[in-house]
C-alpha cells in the first residue's frame, strides 16, 4: 500500500520563485494536513482540509494556499517563496466520524530550501 | 504557548521499561491525547492515543492521569529500534498541536 505520498522529496527555490507540493492518499481518508517542522519546533499545522472542497487555517498560514480539488489529492502552494519558509514540509491524512479521535498517517516530507 | 510539554531528551538501557512523561495543563475534557514518534528522515509514526482511561497496544501503553493533566507513554522493554523522538500531542477537533518532543536514545 502506498499510504501517503508526497511530491517532490526534495527542492531548491530562489527568494520569489513559487511551486506547488503536492500530496496523495491511497486510503480515502475525509481528512488532510500539510505541517511544517523546524529544527526545534516539533511540527506546525498549516492549512488542512476536512473534504474535498474545503480548505480552513491552521497555525501558520500565512504565505501558503492550498486547495482539495480531487478527495486523494491535497496541494499546497507558494506564491512567493520567502528563506523563512526553508523547512521540511509534511502531508497527513486522517479518517473517523464527528466526535472520535483521528489516528494520522504521515507522508516521508518535503525537505524545501529557499535560497 | 505550546499545549504540551516534554523533556528534550532521555536515555534509557536495552530492555528495560521506559517512562516518557508529558504534561497538558490546559487540556480540554474533549481533547484526546496522542503519542507519535518520529525516525531520522521519516514521518512521525502513530503510537497510541486514549482520552480518559489508560490504553495498551502492541507497541506501548499510556498512563492518563486521573486529572487528565499529565499522561506518561510507557514502552515496556526499550530495543534499540525505539530510538527515536517521541511527541506528545493534543488532538482538538480538527487539529493536532504537536510539543517539541522528547529524543530517546536507548543505549546497548
Known amino acids: 500500500n502506498a499510504g501517503v505520498t508526497q511530491t517532490p522529496k526534495f527542492r531548491v527555490l530562489k527568494t520569489g520563485q513559487s511551486m506547488t507540493l503536492l500530496c496523495a492518499q491511497d486510503?480515502?481518508?475525509?481528512?488532510m494536513y500539510w505541517y511544517r517542522q523546524d529544527p526545534g519546533m516539533g511540527l506546525r499545522l498549516i492549512h488542512y482540509?476536512?473534504?474535498?472542497?474545503?480548505?480552513a487555517k491552521g497555525e501558520v498560514p500565512d504565505g501558503y494556499n492550498v486547495s482539495r480539488l480531487k478527495k486523494q489529492n491535497f496541494l499546497l502552494g507558494l506564491e512567493s517563496a520567502a528563506p523563512s519558509q526553508t523547512s521540511v514540509y509534511f502531508c497527513?491524512?486522517?479518517?473517523?466520524?464527528?466526535?472520535?479521535?483521528?489516528?494520522?498517517?504521515f507522508g516521508s516530507g518535503t525537505q524545501l530550501s529557499v535560497l | 504557548d505550546a499545549k504540551t510539554t516534554q523533556p528534550n531528551s532521555m536515555e534509557s538501557n536495552e530492555e528495560e521499561p521506559v517512562h516518557l512523561p508529558c504534561n497538558h495543563s490546559t487540556i480540554s475534557g474533549t481533547d484526546y491525547i496522542h503519542w507519535y514518534r518520529q525516525l531520522p528522515s521519516q514521518g512521525p509514526e502513530y503510537v497510541i492515543h486514549g482520552l480518559t482511561s489508560n490504553v495498551n497496544n502492541r507497541m506501548a501503553s499510556l498512563a492518563i492521569a486521573e486529572d487528565r493533566k499529565s499522561s506518561t507513554l510507557i514502552l515496556h522493554r526499550a530495543t534499540l529500534r525505539d530510538a527515536a523522538v517521541y511527541y506528545c500531542?493534543?488532538?482538538?477537533?480538527?487539529?493536532?498541536?504537536f510539543g517539541t518532543g522528547t529524543s530517546l536514545t536507548v543505549i546497548p
Open positions: 500531542i493534543l488532538n482538538t477537533g480538527n487539529q493536532f498541536y
Open positions: 482540509s476536512v473534504g474535498e472542497g474545503t480548505t
Open positions: 486510503m480515502n481518508h475525509e481528512y
Open positions: 497527513a491524512s486522517s479518517y473517523g466520524p464527528e466526535g472520535r479521535s483521528k489516528k494520522l498517517f
